[in-house]
């Protein structure tokens, strides 16, 4: 008996020791799991302070003389202007506390107070007053915002006086260039200096070489205290090429390229890239002469707008490569939020006409009154020096013809289209602009434009938003412009050219370009 018990007491003894050892075993086991899953953690929310940009075509970093669009889109971490233009094409303050329209041509800017350059200096009204000159001067990309400007008075050392040569709608959105320093560059030939500009903005030049430009952080941003950036340094790595700077970002050596060509996986392929598509400003479109016999009627105007349809011409001309456009700031305006898509619809065409007393006979639209018969026959005007626009004028004439509407297609030279737009003696054309930021539609709806379009409500309303800064109630007026321009269709736009920034995954935040800049939220910028 006895032994049977010193027996069992063996057993479980044995059985403690192995299940202990067993416990040990897996706490051992858990803990270098734990260890290896921190090790993992860390290593993958370590960050990289760095950034690296490639900009082919380098050829100054003042963006007052660079022709770069690069540059000029990174000058706003740089050297901050009056003011900026948000995401959605809206107007912010910059280096401006305030501004304001006392009269159809005087505007008054006051400055933050405590505004410091790079070297602690103070920026006053003195340097808005030196660039707006140095602008006027020509040669810039940004002298076109200034030569409407007639004198720049210096009210008190931080309040600007603007008078202008004439009245001019949204002139505000023309004060979004970089204001420089005057001390700096007095006694410079601004336009031959190679001198780096001292910096107003979030980031300063520290160092340059033929090859980059580095960038730290400007201690003396006046948002520095109360905005942290990530980046402690950028690097701007020049490349002769477009082709180069791809290469260089496949290959890892730079974290971010903007380029226009869309189909830049072509390139660099599709692994280890991130990309950003943004609606560029160049705009291609058709105007109706709405003083036509035939266009006079916006019913026919609605039909050619119906029968058109824009994602083939996107497919077939430009392999979708460009974004489809349904009115003239559709590009990422605030004030219009609409999808931009085709309407077309041939079934709505014509419906359309033969609500309007329109019949289809013999493979022709025709309408009968008075004892007089009409036809819809259209000529459609393009240069014929435009390739795309010719191939674009040919699809069209093809998509008017499938459902009866006649198009004959002049194919002019430049010099005979440049006269048959000043004389607006066609009945359709397409043409082109390169959009502006301002939501300015003078162009398209106001006095003397390329449609002779006329319409009372339109002509009050684009004299109402002149004076209104109210966001809200712009987006009200605004509103009922576009309901009545789709309604009327005074022109058919097209479409529009699209940009793209391309990146490598490390780099991570929010990155939301658009054609005023790539830098939105750079301070949340970071690469792991």
């Known amino acids: 008996m006895k032994s049977n018990i010193i027996k069992y007491i063996f057993i479980a003894f044995a059985i403690f020791i192995i299940g202990f050892a067993i416990y040990k075993m897996n706490v051992n086991e858990n803990s270098n799991e734990v260890e290896a899953q921190n090790e993992i953690t860390q290593t993958s929310q370590k960050t990289e302070s760095t950034l690296r940009i490639g900009i082919p075509g380098?050829?100054?970093?003042?963006?007052?003389?660079?022709?770069?669009?690069?540059?000029?889109?990174?000058?706003?971490?740089?050297?901050?202007?009056?003011?900026?233009?948000?995401?959605?094409?809206?107007?912010?303050?910059?280096?401006?506390?305030?501004?304001?329209?006392?009269?159809?041509?005087?505007?008054?800017?006051?400055?933050?107070?405590?505004?410091?350059?790079?070297?602690?200096?103070?920026?006053?009204?003195?340097?808005?007053?030196?660039?707006?000159?140095?602008?006027q001067k020509g040669g810039s990309v940004y002298s076109d915002n200034v030569a409407n400007i007639k004198s720049v008075e210096i009210i008190e050392e931080n309040t600007i006086r603007f008078d202008l040569k004439e009245k001019e709608s949204f002139f505000e959105y023309n004060l979004i260039f970089p204001i420089l320093s005057k001390e700096q560059f007095e006694g410079e030939d601004f336009y031959k200096s190679r001198l780096a500009p001292i910096s107003s903005g979030m980031y300063k030049v520290t160092d340059a070489t033929e090859e980059q430009i580095e960038l730290g952080k400007n201690e003396n941003w006046h948002l520095a205290d109360s905005i942290s950036t990530k980046m402690d340094k950028i690097i701007i790595q020049f490349y002769n090429t477009m082709g180069d700077a791809y290469n260089?970002?496949?290959?890892?050596?730079?974290?971010?390229?903007?380029?226009?060509?869309?189909?830049?996986?072509?390139?660099?392929?599709?692994?280890?890239?991130?990309?950003?598509?943004?609606?560029?400003?160049?705009?291609?479109?058709?105007?109706?002469?709405?003083?036509?016999?035939?266009?006079?009627?916006?019913?026919?105007?609605?039909?050619?707008?119906?029968?058109?349809?824009?994602?083939?011409?996107?497919?077939?001309?430009?392999?979708?490569?460009?974004?489809?456009?349904?009115?003239?700031?559709?590009?990422?305006?605030?004030?219009?939020?609409?999808?931009?898509?085709?309407?077309?619809?041939?079934?709505?065409?014509?419906?359309?006409?033969?609500?309007?007393?329109?019949?289809?006979?013999?493979?022709?639209?025709?309408?009968?009154?008075?004892?007089?018969?009409?036809?819809?026959?259209?000529?459609?005007?393009?240069?014929?020096?435009?390739?795309?626009?010719?191939?674009?004028?040919?699809?069209?004439?093809?998509?008017?013809?499938?459902?009866?509407?006649?198009?004959?297609?002049?194919?002019?030279?430049?010099?005979?289209?440049?006269?048959?737009?000043?004389?607006?003696?066609?009945?359709?054309?397409?043409?082109?602009?390169?959009?502006?930021?301002?939501?300015?539609?003078?162009?398209?709806?106001?006095?003397?434009?390329?449609?002779?379009?006329?319409?009372?409500?339109?002509?009050?309303?684009?004299k109402e938003v002149e004076n209104i800064t109210d966001q809200e109630l712009l987006k009200e007026k605004y509103a009922r412009i576009i309901e009545i321009y789709e309604e009327d269709v005074p022109y058919i736009c097209l479409y529009r050219n699209n940009q793209k920034v391309v990146y490598g995954i490390r780099l991570t935040g929010e990155i939301t370009p658009n054609n005023y800049t790539a830098y939105y939220h750079f301070e949340n910028w970071y690469r792991q």
Not at 72 to 89: A, F, R
Not at 94 to 103: C, F, H, P, R, T
Not at 330 to 352: C, F, H, I, M
Request: hydrophobic share 30%; with cysteine; glycine share 6%.
């Open 58 to 135: 380098f050829d100054n970093i003042n963006p007052l003389i660079t022709k770069n669009q690069d540059i000029i889109s990174l000058s706003t971490i740089l050297y901050e202007p009056l003011l900026g233009i948000t995401q959605d094409y809206g107007i912010e303050l910059k280096l401006a506390e305030e501004w304001s329209k006392v009269e159809d041509t005087v505007y008054l800017v006051k400055l933050k107070d405590n505004l410091k350059w790079e070297n602690g200096n103070a920026i006053t009204g003195t340097d808005v007053k030196f660039t707006v000159e140095t602008l």
């Open 248 to 462: 260089s970002l496949r290959i890892g050596n730079i974290d971010l390229v903007s380029t226009s060509k869309t189909n830049v996986e072509d390139y660099i392929g599709t692994i280890g890239f991130g990309t950003q598509n943004y609606k560029g400003r160049e705009l291609d479109f058709i105007s109706l002469n709405c003083e036509d016999t035939l266009l006079q009627n916006k019913e026919v105007r609605q039909a050619i707008n119906y029968t058109i349809d824009k994602n083939n011409i996107n497919s077939s001309v430009f392999s979708n490569q460009y974004s489809v456009s349904s009115f003239p700031i559709d590009y990422g305006s605030y004030l219009y939020t609409k999808e931009s898509k085709s309407s077309y619809n041939q079934e709505k065409a014509r419906e359309v006409l033969e609500n309007a007393g329109w019949e289809y006979r013999y493979g022709y639209w025709r309408k009968t009154e008075n004892y007089t018969t009409q036809y819809l026959n259209l000529n459609l005007v393009v240069d014929n020096s435009n390739e795309t626009r010719v191939k674009v004028a040919e699809l069209i004439e093809e998509q008017l013809e499938d459902i009866g509407i006649n198009v004959s297609v002049y194919k002019v030279s430049n010099s005979s289209y440049k006269n048959y737009l000043k004389n607006k003696n066609y009945d359709m054309i397409i043409t082109g602009v390169n959009n502006g930021y301002s939501p300015d539609l003078s162009y398209f709806l106001g006095e003397g434009n390329i449609a002779n379009y006329e319409n009372e409500e339109i002509t009050s309303l684009l």
